[in-house]
């Protein structure tokens, strides 16, 4: 069973910052946040990861709460082309396997 | 990132016959090769692990001789769909990590089939 819990869906205007939360209270000392995006009928797509420290590459951001409970994807200016399910998943760090749950599904509208 | 092909993109066969799910990874060695079906309006699920030259490890529930995973190289894995019927219809996606790609996992684009 997948160990976190997201919003089965959400809007966000064009150009304006998407805000995804995701939530893995069991999470344990050893386990990453991962996120994935997937555009319809296209493969996951990686965005980011993080351990516990906050994370900012090209795509976006990954906030991080200190108890490590909870964490927030953040897509500073959204685009029509974003629009696609987002994956928070946790695992360790041995490459196991992804274990996908509902995701997110983001809406962006112009 | 890294990039994972899977070929065909798109199949359509016929029930009672087999077919072939290429999976390479571009710019890595992948020790390790995750093949995931995904129906629609579902997420992915998980069918079976597969680690270079050994065999692969099915999660429960997916009939290893009905899908058959070969991971000879660390460039190549594959899935045999045999005797396929109408219920495997499906989005088959393969992903692979390893090596230098030890913490991320990356996926291919996902290979539509249709089985009349």
């Known amino acids: 069973d997948a160990k976190t819990t997201q919003p089965p869906s959400m809007d966000c205007a064009e150009g304006r910052a998407a805000n995804l939360p995701c939530n893995h209270s069991t999470i344990s000392g050893n386990e990453y946040v991962y996120w994935y995006r997937q555009i319809h009928s296209q493969g996951p797509q990686y965005i980011i990861h993080?351990?516990?420290n906050n994370e900012t590459n090209e795509m976006a951001s990954l906030i991080i709460t200190e108890d490590r409970k909870s964490s927030t994807l953040i897509l500073p200016h959204a685009t029509l082309r974003d629009t696609a399910v987002y994956y928070c998943i946790v695992r360790d760090y041995a490459g196991n396997m992804l274990t996908f749950g509902g995701g997110t599904r983001l809406m962006v509208k112009p | 990132g890294a990039v994972v092909s899977q070929h065909p993109s798109r199949v359509i066969c016929k029930s009672g016959t087999s077919v072939k799910i290429e999976c390479r990874s571009l710019?890595?060695?992948?020790?390790?090769m995750f093949w995931y079906r995904q129906f629609p309006k579902q997420s992915l699920m998980l069918m079976a692990t597969?680690?270079?030259?050994?065999?692969?490890?099915?999660e429960q529930g997916v009939e290893k001789d009905k899908f058959l995973i070969n991971h000879a190289s660390l460039t190549l894995s594959t899935l045999t769909v045999t005797s396929a019927h109408p219920e495997d219809s499906s989005f088959y996606i393969c992903s692979a990590g390893g090596g230098k790609r030890q913490e991320t996992q990356y996926f291919g684009p996902g290979t539509r089939l249709l089985v009349l």
């Open positions: 597969s680690n270079e030259g050994s065999k692969a490890t099915y």
């Open positions: 993080g351990l516990k």
């Open positions: 710019d890595f060695q992948a020790t390790t």
